[in-house]
């Protein structure tokens, strides 16, 4: 599987699995989704993980560059937080210091794996005071 699998199934988490995403579209289509996610105005977190390595090409930083600006205002007024499993240690490496350089107005935070990525999202959700639905709750823990 290819491309970027956008999951709100468990709203107000929010599940981005990316499945080595190829092509510039791929990022395109995972920002329609977002924008339409951030539209409603309700509170969110978003756990982000990167199955074997993916990152983003040069050309696809660049649509995530030209995204950003534009919902950076709606976003910081929704999203809690994006949580990253990164199995790479530079990855986590490079978001630790990209938080140290440039401070985002939506928390980020890199993790090994989803377990502890879980339970700062669901510490974000609590401290934005969302309240959260039982079936979630047991996803944020593990049980689900």
């Avoid at 982000?48 to 930083?61: H, I, L, M, V, W």
């Avoid at 938080?99 to 401290?127: D, H, Y």
């Amino acid at each position: 599987m290819s491309g970027i699998e956008f999951d709100t199934h468990l709203f107000p988490l929010i599940l981005v699995i990316n499945h080595n995403a190829n092509t510039d579209d791929d990022y395109r289509a995972l920002f329609v989704q977002l924008d339409a996610v951030v539209a409603r105005g309700e509170k969110f977190v978003v756990l982000s993980e990167g199955r074997n390595d993916a990152f983003p090409s040069a050309t696809q930083r660049k649509v995530i560059a030209d995204w950003f600006p534009k919902v950076a205002g709606p976003m910081g007024r929704t999203s809690l937080g994006c949580a990253m499993v990164m199995h790479n240690a530079m990855q986590r490496g490079a978001i630790t210091a990209l938080n140290w350089l440039i401070r985002p107005n939506v928390p980020m935070a890199a993790f090994e794996e989803r377990p502890p990525a879980l339970a700062w999202c669901r510490e974000r959700l609590v401290t934005g005071g969302v309240t959260i639905p039982t079936r979630v709750e047991l996803a944020l823990r593990g049980a689900a």
